[in-house]
């Protein structure tokens, strides 16, 4: 079983940065493929990023160029470090992990809120 604990969240600025953390424990990293979803009051959950057991990354188009998804399996660890927040990316942000998928693990979330 894996345990995911997000962290990082906050208020900022539109134009802010901040980066998330997703801390696993239960279980490694390395094998599993890993993602960051978001959800903002009354829409859909959706993907922001992801990364692969191999390292490859796969972004939304709303947050391509903007942010950034990695992960340090010595650490147990993955990120996400997001510049030039906008409002709409006001959200909780979930971090995710799975063996095949991508999403068989969820952590509780962490809320970002950009204000203008």
């Known amino acids: 079983q894996v345990q995911l604990v997000e962290s990082g969240g906050g208020l900022v600025q539109a134009g802010g940065s901040l980066r998330l953390s997703c801390a696993a424990s239960g279980s490694v990293l390395s094998d599993k493929n890993m993602a960051w979803y978001r959800q903002a009051p009354g829409k859909q959950r959706e993907s922001v990023a992801r990364?692969?057991?191999?390292?490859?990354?796969v972004y939304a188009d709303s947050v391509k160029g903007r942010f950034t998804i990695s992960r340090d399996n010595g650490k147990n660890t993955v990120y996400l470090q997001m510049n030039n927040l906008k409002v709409e990316d006001t959200a909780a942000y979930y971090c995710a992990a799975g063996i095949i998928s991508y999403n068989d693990y969820w952590g509780q979330g962490t809320q970002v809120t950009v204000s203008s």
């Open positions: 990364i692969s057991r191999d390292g490859s990354t």
